[in-house]
């Protein structure tokens, strides 16, 4: 699914702020790209690039984790046990661990993990179950993952069938992001995120040079370090010959710049509104 820029004026006055000698960008409060994130049903299933599913009435937020956490995973699965959604629930390593070795799970295909504070070594043992051996959707939104965590899932062998991977606001870097994109593991990915990142011009060139991505169609950027330089190499790239859709609001170019972007795109099915500068 193809997300398209919406509310001219709006995007107008956050273009002009953006130009602003000074100007903060805060990206808790740019909705475009985390609504798709947050906003997509009960169990987080079906929803193209905007995979970290809604809340189902359910949050845990700071209260902590659930007392009964193989009840409350068992409550979160759908119904035919193919998608399930602990966003915010804060099961931590403990309740990765139980998640993984739930034999019931092993038909899941979408996995909604945000702000489930699993760090590293939660992600290893995601990565390392073969309970998720059909993951074709996972949201790691918020889970303090580092460039170890991104080894694990470049290294898996189980993660092998991904398509959309959700891993906005951890601390990757330019490090961890060229560890996933240059893995085997990204060949099949249609829709990436690597928002709020701390990524450079180096880990953009990366993306824009990987072999590894021919199929990607959706990638978010947002929030990050990347210049210019980094996003012309991105817009020109040779190997992101599918990708139909690139984020890069609020990182560190001026109005005029996004304006000279824009017409320089080459990618051949990236139309000029679906790529977002301002």
Do not use: C
């Not at 068992?74 to 629930?89: A, C, Q, V």
């Amino acid at each position: 699914m193809i997300r398209k820029a919406s509310h001219i004026a709006v995007v107008f006055f956050l273009g002009i702020l953006i130009s602003q000698p000074g100007w903060a960008y805060d990206a808790s409060k740019h909705q475009k790209s985390a609504g798709k994130h947050e906003g997509a049903g009960k169990h987080g299933g079906g929803h193209g690039g905007g995979h970290g599913g809604g809340h189902g009435g359910h949050h845990y937020g700071p209260s902590g984790p659930p007392a009964d956490v193989p009840a409350h995973i068992k409550e979160r699965t759908s119904p035919d046990g193919t998608g399930i959604n602990l966003n915010r629930s804060q099961i931590g390593v403990e309740g990765i661990t139980v998640l993984a070795n739930t034999p019931e799970l092993a038909n899941v295909k979408t996995l909604a993990l945000q702000g489930n504070k699993l760090g590293d070594e939660g992600v290893q043992i995601l990565a390392s179950s073969e309970t998720f051996k059909h993951a074709e959707k996972i949201s790691l939104w918020g889970n303090e993952i580092t460039e170890k965590g991104a080894q694990s899932i470049a290294q898996s062998t189980t993660l092998t069938h991904l398509k959309n991977l959700i891993l906005s606001r951890n601390k990757l870097g330019d490090a961890g992001a060229i560890t996933i994109i240059n893995s085997d593991n990204a060949r099949s990915l249609e829709v990436l995120n690597l928002d709020n990142n701390q990524i450079t011009d180096n880990g953009a060139k990366a993306i824009a040079s990987s072999d590894k991505l021919g199929n990607l169609k959706e990638l978010d950027l947002l929030a990050n370090q990347i210049s210019a330089e980094g996003i012309k190499a991105l817009i020109q790239s040779s190997t992101l010959k599918n990708l139909e859709y690139l984020q890069v609001l609020g990182n560190p170019y001026d109005i005029d710049t996004a304006h000279e972007l824009m017409k320089s795109i080459t990618l051949p099915k990236l139309k000029p509104e679906n790529l977002i500068l301002y």
